[in-house]
């Protein structure tokens, strides 16, 4: 799975631009959402298909940032404390969290600078 982060106008429609480029070229979005910082927006989705979404943004004419690769877990959400246990684990293993969300089946999706060892340092909370 890959993470597609792109800017956005902060004009109404150009989430529905990107919307309509992933799903004319088949491209399902699996989580993800838009944060909006200062007034500049930035969508981060979660697909399948890095290579396919990055084609159907730069045909739809969508100046994309990123198609990164993800680390996938799973938190105990019975158990209080898993985000900051999982955060302070990568932490400590010198790895930078860049982005994190959840996708729609409750998972915990992040963009890291180290995913091979954020992988060996989180297997506990393996998808």
């Known amino acids: 799975m890959f993470d597609v982060s792109i800017p956005l106008s902060g004009q109404p429609g150009s989430l529905a631009r990107f919307g309509e480029a992933l799903g004319a070229a088949g491209v399902s979005l699996e989580g993800g959402g838009v944060f909006t910082v200062d007034g500049v927006g930035r969508a981060h989705f979660l697909v399948e298909d890095g290579e396919a979404a990055r084609r159907a943004l730069e045909a739809a004419g969508l100046r994309i940032a990123t198609v990164r690769p993800v680390l996938i877990r799973r938190l105990k ?3 209080p404390g ?3 246990a999982i955060a ?8 930078n969290i ?3 969300y ?3 089946a409750n ?3 992040l963009v890291v600078d180290d ?3 954020a992988e060996r340092v989180t297997a ?3 998808a």
Request: proline share 0%.
């Open 88 to 95: 302070r684990t990568l932490a400590d293993a010198g790895v």
């Open 77 to 79: 959400q019975e158990v």
């Open 107 to 109: 998972r915990l999706i």
């Open 98 to 100: 860049e982005t994190q």
């Open 115 to 117: 995913k091979e060892t």
């Open 102 to 104: 959840s996708d729609h």
């Open 124 to 126: 506990d909370w393996a």
């Open 82 to 84: 898993q985000l900051g």
